[in-house]
């Protein structure tokens, strides 16, 4: 049995619960829930984002009420805020661990103007033109939202854009072609820029090969923005509890029985706001529905003034190159930069140092001055990857009062506050715009995938392995 540290979490100036060590290969494809007390993961975010704020403490004993919202990160509070100020409705958050424990707080801090992995000439393929451009309507309005959600938290900001920069000169015809669609379609004024305008006006990554400029774009603190939804939320009379992750699940007579260690919740509703931390046991209508992948991160040390200058960061903006196996970075407000990355398969193995030596390899090949700068932290998260690359917000059965908001992709930064605000919609019974991501379940894999089945996960996890391998060949080989 994992030994308890000598710390407890605090709440109003009491100590409430146990805090126990956190788990570096914690795997929710393995792990029956995601713990309980658990310490926050050793991230720049958390590491800078000063005390967390109070909460409610774990359940303790049983209580009804008529919202729960499961996980208490960007999603989960946000909903619980739109609950509270659009449609009245005080819900209750629970939380397996600490708050905003999970993805929130394990993210790059890039808002962009985005939802899923798919690009806007994937939308109209899949969709048709008329509904990508509704799809765009939703992304824009949604990065609307977001901006005035942080408009009152202290989340350090860095605006200008998005700069997406190919990694090779090979990519730069895609990404001229994506950028005219996204101007004469979608009239979104994205800008093709060459090399040496990269190079000299805003970056000297040596990989790149130019780059395409989005307007949109936002770099954020991810720790401080979680504890302001935080604050923001019991504000309006949301309750968090922490320290209660649901174990065990039943639904009779249209109320929900949430087992957590400290008492029964019973709820009329449940929202489910999980994220890449979703146990495939937590409810059969999510069972499968997501592939969990890992992203590892580091920050270095602060940039000496000189070392600015040698790789001539002119720009704070968020940045991502063009591979399948995707790098995002930048320069923080206090000098740090931040680069992320993917990485291992599966949480057994995400621990292993050489995770973080890759990442510290690509950092060195893009800034050849950082090498053997210090790196002050480094940790890896989940992101929760729906299998055909586009989130939901949903549903699922229309008898049964249970929601979901899942699938961002790693594109959930952003996106995240208007899930959260399209999810309290769901609950609120208030309808949602006529879009695939709000109309159709968490979509199970393709028969080229695999098959639904119970030795599915160790196959999906095979399956990743090669994939990995063939994305690393086309990034750096083709």
Request: charge should be positive.
């Amino acid at each position: 049995m994992e030994a308890i540290a000598e710390k407890r979490i605090v709440t109003s100036g009491r100590a409430t619960a146990p805090v126990q060590a956190y788990d570096p290969a914690y795997d929710p494809l393995v792990a029956v829930t995601p713990g309980q007390g658990r310490d926050y993961a050793p991230t720049y975010w958390i590491g800078t984002a000063g005390e967390p704020p109070a909460d409610d403490g774990p359940v303790t004993h049983d209580i009804d009420v008529d919202v729960a919202i499961i996980g208490s990160g960007f999603t989960g509070l946000t909903a619980a805020i739109a609950l509270a100020e659009k449609h009245g409705i005080k819900a209750t958050v629970l939380e397996a661990n600490r708050t905003a424990w999970g993805c929130s707080t394990r993210n790059g801090g890039q808002a962009q103007c985005a939802s899923g992995r798919l690009k806007r000439s994937q939308w109209i393929e899949r969709y048709g033109l008329d509904t990508a451009l509704r799809l765009h309507e939703e992304v824009c309005d949604a990065m609307a939202y977001f901006k005035d959600m942080i408009r009152d938290i202290d989340c350090e900001p860095q605006t200008g854009g998005h700069l997406y920069i190919a990694h090779k000169p090979r990519v730069m015809p895609v990404l001229e072609k994506e950028a005219k669609l996204l101007r004469e379609v979608f009239k979104y004024d994205a800008r093709i820029l060459d090399a040496d305008t990269v190079k000299r006006e805003y970056v000297d990554d040596k990989e790149a090969a130019g780059a395409m400029h989005e307007p949109e774009g936002i770099g954020i603190h991810a720790g401080k923005l979680a504890f302001g939804y935080l604050k923001k939320a019991r504000a309006m009379g949301v309750k968090v509890h922490p320290a209660s992750p649901v174990m065990g699940w039943e639904t009779k007579n249209g109320v929900h029985y949430l087992r957590t260690p400290g008492g029964i919740v019973r709820a009329r509703a449940v929202g489910i706001a999980t994220g890449g931390y979703t146990s495939n046991g937590l409810h059969r209508e999510l069972k499968n529905r997501l592939l969990p992948i890992l992203s590892n991160s580091i920050v270095t040390r602060p940039l000496t003034k000189a070392e600015i200058d040698a790789c001539n960061f002119r720009t704070t903006q968020v940045i991502t190159d063009t591979r399948i196996l995707r790098h995002y970075y930048r320069l923080m407000p206090d000098g740090r930069v931040q680069i992320g990355s993917r990485s291992a398969i599966t949480g057994r193995d995400a621990p292993e140092d050489k995770y973080k030596q890759f990442l510290i390899r690509d950092l060195h090949r893009k800034f050849p001055a950082l090498e053997g700068i210090q790196i002050d932290y480094s940790w890896w998260g989940w992101v929760d990857v729906s299998h055909d690359m586009m989130p939901r917000i949903y549903q699922p059965d229309p008898k049964e009062t249970i929601y979901y908001a899942l699938g961002y992709g790693g594109n959930g930064v952003m996106y995240s506050a208007q899930a959260g605000r399209r999810l309290a919609e769901n609950i609120a019974g208030i309808r949602t715009p006529e879009l695939p991501i709000f109309r159709s379940k968490l979509p199970f894999p393709n028969v080229r995938e695999m098959v639904e089945a119970e030795m599915f996960a160790p196959f999906r996890r095979f399956g990743q392995w090669w994939l990995y391998r063939w994305y690393h060949f086309k990034d750096e080989v083709l």
